[in-house]
């Protein structure tokens, strides 16, 4: 091993004490920046996994203009073509096709504005993860034998009276009218019966969404098969977002396909920026750190003058003295930051299995789209990028210490009497 | 054939109130293999005349050549490959790297040199056991006593192959026999070895072993002897 190596890493340990002090201040420190990174990386990863999986599918296509006007006429143009491209490119899983429509829900007690979808539950079931999120007595999914039912949120049954409000039970089977207008101006009346209610994390989605079977909904307009207003599409895996969403602008020029970040523009930023932003939290706590980490030094460069200026006068040249406080200042950073890494990567690793709720805290969280309960975790690269942002540290932290050590005179440090 | 020539040496320190004259215009020669002592009283100018020949502090005036090199002109950076190469030292309060064993104390020098490794264990063991401390190769300083250090510090000096060895005070910490020790040791390797010592002292003891004495007074050399 390099000589002056080891001699800065015994060096650490000459004044245990004092090490210790700043060891424990710098694992304090980066145990709590890294948990709280992985605990906003929890958060933001349910939020990201909430929106694909539950409130928009990866990439979602429609016809421009029903982006502009959410029209009802405004159907997708050349389905056939496009369904094909979709069931033969394999980085899809799979697809739904969907009808939307804008409608007022009453009830006897009730009434609110829904977005009511017609789906088939094979396609999309295949796309979406909110079948799993029926509430306990909260009934079925939609099923293609069972016509006639819907499946509304939690929300929406409170809203339209579809449940009771001291015991809190379902009143599964009610019916619901929905009125919306159609094709030609006219006003369409239809009745549903509730079968099932989810519940998300996401009280707007939950708010806003009620689901049928599609061709319940095709009768009644009436619409044929091809005529549809949203096909959702799911990949099987994140990283061919772009390249198939550009895909598919290119070869079907009457078709938008906008992916998940520009459906949902905050997760898209979160998913970008979060990295960086939690490289910004542990900045912030290893340039406090920084401080005691100098004093530290310098009180170590201060004490040792007399073996600093022996060192320069037996022929140790400046280099190797800087390269020696830089890497003592290195070690003893990296000491603490190793320790606390470690500590904070098993809170994350523990808390990732139990969950944290933060639902007797905040009421809030869910209604802006975030999960009360949050599984912290942190992928292995923000190691990599917190263990340079450490070396970094330690070696800003050596300058200063090694200038003053640069600047001892050996002549003056070995005069002074020990 | 001189290792060291000085020429007209001054130095002069020019501190706040008062000039101090501390080298008054000194010229010396010292050959290879001299075992020499430098005395004087206190404040005579020994431990600058000694600082400025190795190198570790500048002259006013005049010039140091060592071996052809004078090193008077050597920029700082060139001095300190000079010294590491050129010139060994002993301290009065021992300074050895105290995190750091006997043996790794001896070859700390070499290693900066960038010698052999394999060179640098054979030399270290046959010097530290040259000045009799074989059994302490792997004692911290802080395990040994002040003469083993003195004596880890003159194997760490004899390490580096130089051309000789300074020497301030290197007794002034050091009880009667274990002066009597290092003295011995020193004169031992002067003759087996062949190294150049120079070296300070008060101590009468010291003075009676040496090959050579330079009485330095205000800065002058005022007695110049060589014994037999
Ligand atoms: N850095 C300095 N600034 C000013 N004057 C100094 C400095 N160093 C030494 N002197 C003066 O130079 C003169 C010679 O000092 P030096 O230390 O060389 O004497 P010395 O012979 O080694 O003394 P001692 O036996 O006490 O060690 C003294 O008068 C001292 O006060
Ligand atoms: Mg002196």
Same mark, same amino acid.
């Given at each position: ?75 997708? &143009?050349?389905?056939?073509? =496009?369904?094909?491209?979709? +069931?033969?490119?394999? @980085?899809? $899983?799979?697809? *739904? /096709? ?56 939690? &929300?929406?049954?409170?809203? =339209?009276?579809?449940?009771? +409000?001291?015991?809190? @039970?379902? $009143?599964?089977? *009610? /019916? ?243 | ?228």
């Amino acid at each position: 091993m390099d000589r002056i190596l080891s001699v800065s890493w015994k060096n650490v340990w000459r004044n245990k004490k004092r090490s210790l002090i700043v060891i424990t201040a710098v694992m304090l420190g980066t145990a709590a920046g890294v948990f709280t990174s992985g605990l906003m990386n929890g958060w933001v990863d349910q939020r990201i996994r909430s929106v694909i999986n539950i409130e928009q599918s990866h990439i979602k296509l429609y016809n421009p203009d029903f982006l502009k006007n959410e029209e009802l006429t405004n159907y997708i &143009k050349g389905v056939a073509p =496009l369904e094909k491209y979709l +069931k033969v490119n394999n @980085k899809i $899983k799979g697809f *739904s /096709k969907r009808i939307k429509i804008m409608a007022m829900a009453a009830t006897s007690r009730g009434n609110t504005g829904l977005m009511l979808l017609g789906v088939n539950p094979d396609e999309e079931m295949v796309v979406s993860e909110l079948y799993k999120d029926i509430v306990p007595d909260g009934g079925q999914y939609l099923d293609n034998n069972k016509p006639g039912g819907i499946f509304i949120s939690d &929300k929406t049954a409170e809203t =339209l009276h579809t449940k009771n +409000k001291e015991t809190g @039970k379902y $009143k599964l089977r *009610s /019916k619901i009218v929905f009125t919306f207008t159609g094709k030609e101006g006219e006003m369409i009346s239809q009745s549903y019966r509730v079968c099932g209610i989810f519940k998300t994390s996401n009280t707007a989605f939950d708010q806003m969404c009620a689901f049928v079977l599609d061709k319940d909904l095709r009768s009644a307009i009436p619409l044929n098969e091809n005529e549809i207003h949203e096909i959702a599409v799911i990949l099987n895996d994140n990283s061919d977002l772009s390249s198939v969403k550009d895909d598919i602008n290119k070869r079907f020029p009457n078709i938008s396909a906008l992916d998940w970040k520009e459906l949902a523009p905050d997760a898209g930023m979160m998913s970008e920026y979060m990295y960086i932003y939690y490289m910004i939290i542990m900045g912030f706590i290893l340039f406090a750190l920084a401080f005691g980490i100098i004093n530290t030094m310098l009180m170590a460069i201060l004490e040792r003058g007399k073996e600093i200026g022996m060192l320069m006068a037996i022929g140790m040249n400046r280099s190797k003295v800087f390269k020696m406080i830089m890497l003592e200042t290195v070690f003893l950073t990296m000491v603490g930051a190793m320790v606390g890494m470690a500590v904070g990567w098993l809170l994350i690793t523990i808390t990732g299995k139990t969950g944290i709720d933060f639902s007797s805290v905040e009421e809030g969280f869910e209604a802006i789209g975030w999960s009360s309960v949050v599984y912290p975790n942190i992928p292995a690269g923000f190691f990599f990028g917190v263990t340079l942002m450490v070396v970094l540290t330690g070696i800003a932290a050596s300058l200063l210490p090694a200038r003053k050590a640069l600047k001892m005179n050996p002549v003056e440090a070995l005069r002074t009497d020990n | 054939m001189s290792v060291i020539e000085i020429r007209d040496l001054v130095k002069i320190y020019d501190g706040s109130a008062v000039e101090v004259t501390a080298i008054d215009n000194v010229n010396l020669n010292i050959d290879a293999g001299e075992f020499t002592a430098i005395v004087g009283p206190s404040g005579s100018g020994k431990t600058t005349l000694l600082n400025m020949i190795g190198g570790l502090d500048s002259p006013t005036s005049g010039s140091i050549i060592i071996d052809s090199v004078d090193i008077t002109r050597l920029k700082s950076k060139q001095l300190i490959d000079f010294r590491l190469n050129n010139i060994g030292f002993v301290f009065q309060s021992y300074n050895l790297i105290p995190v750091l064993t006997a043996a790794e104390n001896t070859s700390f020098v070499m290693e900066l040199q960038k010698r052999e490794k394999s060179l640098i264990n054979e030399r270290t063991k046959s010097i530290l056991t040259d000045v009799g401390l074989s059994a302490k190769m792997n004692s911290r300083p802080n395990q040994m006593s002040g003469g083993e250090q003195q004596r880890v510090a003159v194997a760490r000096a004899m390490a580096s192959g130089p051309k000789f060895i300074i020497a301030d005070e290197p007794t002034a910490n050091l009880d009667t026999k274990n002066t009597e020790k290092l003295l011995d040791m020193m004169e031992e390797m002067n003759e087996k070895r062949g190294i150049t010592f120079i070296f300070s002292t008060h101590d009468q003891r010291v003075i009676s072993k040496a090959h050579r004495i330079i009485v330095l007074e205000d800065g002058r050399i005022i007695k110049d002897e060589k014994k037999q």
